[in-house]
C-alpha cells in the first residue's frame, strides 16, 4: 500500500506570510493528489485536487504543485481564516489514503 | 447543492455492532462512487472504505477488513457500514463523502460519532 507522509505536522507563521506544507507519497501517484481544509470543529473541505486544480470557490492564495511522489500545498499571504489542519490524499485509486495533517496556526 | 447525512452513530460496548447509515440527496447518487472516512478524537483523516457507484466493488482498510462491510441501496440513495467486533480504536467520527471523479472527495456528510466503550 502506498503511504502518504507530510510535513511539517504543524507550523506558525504570521499573517501575510507564505506558508508551504509538503507531502510525499512512498511510489508514485502521477499528480492523483488532493489537499483538505479542516477548520477546528468543521468538516474537512476540498482545496486542489490532480495536483494543482484550485476548487471552485477556493482563494486564489491557494496553490498546489508537484507529480510523482513530491507535492506541495502553498499558501500566499496567510490569512487569520486559513488557521486550519490542511491533509493529503492520493485519489489514484479507490484507496484514498491520507497524510497525517500540517495544523497551521498564527504566530 | 449535495446533502449527504450520517445517521446510526452512538455509544456501543467493545464487541458490538453497529450500522451507520448515509442518505444522500440532491445528485445522481448511483452514478458516483462513494466512501466512509473516519476521524478518530484529536486525530487526523483515515480513509475506512469505498464503494463503486454500481456496488459492484468494495475497498476497505485493512485494520476493519472482515470486520466492516459497505453497502449502498442505489433506490434509496442510501450508504450504509455495517460494523461489527468493535474495539476501541473504532471510536470515531464517520464521514461519508461522494467521488465525483478520480476518487476525489468533493463533498462531505456531517459526521456520525462512534464510540466504543464499557
Known amino acids: 500500500d502506498i503511504q502518504m507522509t507530510q510535513s511539517p505536522s504543524s507550523l506558525s507563521a504570521s499573517v501575510g506570510d507564505r506558508v508551504t506544507i509538503s507531502c510525499r507519497a512512498s511510489?508514485?501517484?502521477?499528480?492523483?493528489l488532493a489537499w483538505y481544509q479542516q477548520k477546528p470543529g468543521k468538516v474537512p473541505k476540498l482545496l486542489i485536487y490532480?495536483?494543482?486544480t484550485l476548487q471552485s470557490g477556493v482563494p486564489s492564495r491557494f496553490s498546489g504543485s508537484g507529480s510523482g511522489t513530491d507535492f506541495t500545498l502553498t499558501i500566499n499571504s496567510l490569512q487569520p481564516e486559513d488557521v486550519a489542519t490542511y491533509y493529503c490524499q492520493k485519489h489514484n485509486s479507490p484507496v484514498g489514503t491520507f497524510g497525517g495533517g500540517t495544523k497551521v496556526e498564527i504566530k | 447543492e449535495v446533502q449527504l447525512l450520517e445517521s446510526g452513530g452512538g455509544l456501543v460496548q467493545p464487541g458490538g455492532s453497529l450500522r451507520l447509515s448515509c442518505a444522500a440527496s440532491?445528485?445522481?447518487?448511483?452514478?458516483?462512487?462513494m466512501s466512509w472516512v473516519r476521524q478518530a478524537p484529536g486525530k487526523g483523516l483515515e480513509w475506512v472504505s469505498t464503494?463503486?457507484?454500481?456496488?459492484?466493488?468494495?475497498y476497505y482498510v485493512d485494520s476493519v477488513k472482515g470486520r466492516f462491510t459497505i453497502s449502498r441501496d442505489n433506490s434509496k440513495d442510501m450508504l450504509y457500514l455495517q460494523m461489527n467486533s468493535l474495539g476501541a480504536d473504532d471510536t470515531a467520527v464517520y464521514y461519508c463523502?461522494?467521488?465525483?471523479?478520480?476518487?476525489?472527495?468533493?463533498?462531505w456528510g456531517q459526521g456520525t460519532l462512534v464510540t466504543v466503550s464499557s
Open positions: 511510489r508514485g501517484i502521477s499528480n492523483y
Open positions: 490532480a495536483a494543482s
Open positions: 440532491r445528485f445522481t447518487f448511483g452514478s458516483y462512487a
Open positions: 463523502a461522494v467521488c465525483y471523479s478520480d476518487y476525489v472527495y468533493d463533498y
Open positions: 464503494i463503486s457507484g454500481n456496488g459492484g466493488a468494495t
